[in-house]
């Protein structure tokens, strides 16, 4: 088997797609089991979370239905596993050089309320496989796949899940291997999924501006963008820009799991801008065990991997001088 290079875009028969393609419709996961039937307390934790008003009927938000086919920390019971189907389609994408991924979109279909005490099942088929795409993030294959979900042995619901498996735009950058790595194939930084809700932010980002939604109805301030206001409904909005200046709010210190594109320890924080919006960060120019609730920090931007710019902040306590 010689990896075709199906990374580069080049034309030619499309030979990884037709061995992708026999998957098509073959089972992904059979017989999963949600680990809790349908609950109030889990409804509740869910609005609660999500700013979702607690449906007056008592039965679950729509929207949830993929929260009860989830296995938790725990993991999914023994038998629940997704196919070796699914398996071998990741399988002869990696061996392409389609070695990254994400997650593109998901639809749902909402044929029954879920009500409390509802015992849930699923099942989920490879759905489909595109043929060969070259995107901004690179060329690779588009997997769908369906979960059907039951409720007491009904059909309540289906969920849609969209990934695009390829090979990253750019060739990997071979100044600084780890020491662990494996060669040609270099850890990159988890990817934003770039939409049309968010697009103007991630493009301000690219300008060293992080912009702050505004409704226009309302004035209220939203961070990270939305399509509408959630204190007016209003679908209207402008933005202003970040001064900059911020205070860590709340953060954690990674120390697991290790994931080859970071290098913990590292503090991830919530930083509260002084407009009063929160956003997630990393924390420079202090060291990871200096980093503290109240710590005043002011707005930087990190370019990742050549590809894409974040923001970050600069302790303004420490590194001085
Ligand atoms: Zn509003």
Not at 134 to 158: C, I, P, W, Y
Request: net charge negative.
């Amino acid at each position: 088997m010689t990896g075709e290079a199906a990374g580069n875009g080049q034309d030619g028969p499309d030979e990884l797609y037709e061995r992708l393609a026999v998957h098509v419709g073959q089972v992904a996961a059979a017989g999963g089991e949600g680990k809790d039937p349908v609950n109030e307390p889990m409804i509740r934790h869910w609005c609660e979370a999500m700013g979702h008003p607690v449906p007056a009927d008592g039965s679950a938000p729509a929207t949830m239905l993929q929260v009860w086919t989830m296995g938790g920390l725990s993991g999914h019971t023994a038998g629940t596993a997704r196919s070796s189907a699914y398996d071998d389609v990741l399988a002869l994408l990696d061996e392409a050089g389609c070695t990254s991924v994400v997650a593109t979109d998901c639809e749902q279909e909402y044929l029954r309320p879920l009500r409390p005490g509802d015992r849930i099942t699923y099942d989920a088929v490879i759905e489909s496989i595109s043929p060969r795409k070259t995107t901004k993030l690179g060329t690779g294959h588009f997997v769908t796949t369906r979960m059907d979900v039951q409720a007491n042995g009904e059909l309540s619901g289906t969920h849609r899940f969209r990934i695009l498996k390829y090979a990253p735009a750019r060739p990997p950058d071979p100044a600084s291997p780890r020491a662990d790595a494996k060669p040609a194939v270099r850890a990159t930084r988890p990817r934003p999924v770039v939409n049309r809700d968010n697009a103007g932010y991630w493009e301000a980002l690219e300008r060293h501006e992080l912009l702050i939604q505004r409704c226009t109805g309302c004035g209220t301030l939203r961070l990270p963008w939305l399509p509408g206001c959630n204190a007016c409904g209003c679908p209207d909005w402008d933005t202003v820009p970040a001064a900059g200046a911020g205070t860590v709010f709340s953060y954690v210190v990674m120390h697991h799991p290790p994931f080859p594109a970071f290098d913990p320890p590292y503090a991830v924080a919530l930083v509260e801008l002084a407009e009063g919006v929160r956003v997630l960060g990393n924390v420079t120019g202090v060291p990871y065990d200096k980093v503290r609730a109240g710590l005043p920090v002011t707005l930087d931007f990190l370019t990742v991997d050549g590809e894409f710019t974040l923001p970050v902040f600069r302790s303004v306590e420490a590194g001085e001088g």
